[in-house]
Nanobody, 122 residues
Framework: VQLQASGGGLVQAGGSLRLSCAAS????????MGWFRQAPGKEREFVAA????????YYADSVKGRFTISRDNAENTVYLQMNSLKPGDTAVYYC????????????????WGQGTQVTVSS
């Protein structure tokens, strides 16, 4: 499956952004979808994931209550709504896909998008 992330940009602290990840090439609803991020000099970290049906979602503690992951299987797209953004959220955000159960480990995801930059100014 091919993944194309979009929606990043520059926003002030306290603002909001919505990231999108469009999938093509395989049956989207077969895949668990995840969002990860990587800041300069840091390892890639888990942000959120959603089950194939959209019925279950999981978040890193650092974003819980501020970010919401959702998916539209008819549109082959997964979203990450980010509210109350902080400078610490600055990173390149990646979407990823895998078959099987939802996991938080990046190496267990099979397919990756190209990343979209999110910059939060103070």
């Amino acid at each position: 499956v091919q993944l194309q992330a979009s929606g990043g940009g520059l926003v002030q602290a306290g603002g909001s952004l919505r990231l999108s990840c469009a999938a093509s090439g395989r049956t989207f609803s077969n895949y668990v979808m995840g969002w990860f991020r990587q800041a300069p000099g840091k390892e890639r970290e888990f942000v959120a994931a959603i089950s194939w049906s959209g019925g279950s979602s999981y978040y890193a503690d650092s974003v819980k209550g501020r970010f919401t992951i959702s998916r539209d299987n008819a549109e082959n797209t997964v979203y990450l709504q980010m509210n109350s953004l902080k400078p610490g959220d600055t990173a390149v955000y990646y979407c990823a896909a895998r078959t099987g159960p939802v996991v938080r480990n990046a190496p267990l995801y099979d397919y990756w998008g190209q990343g979209t930059q999110v910059t939060v100014s103070s």
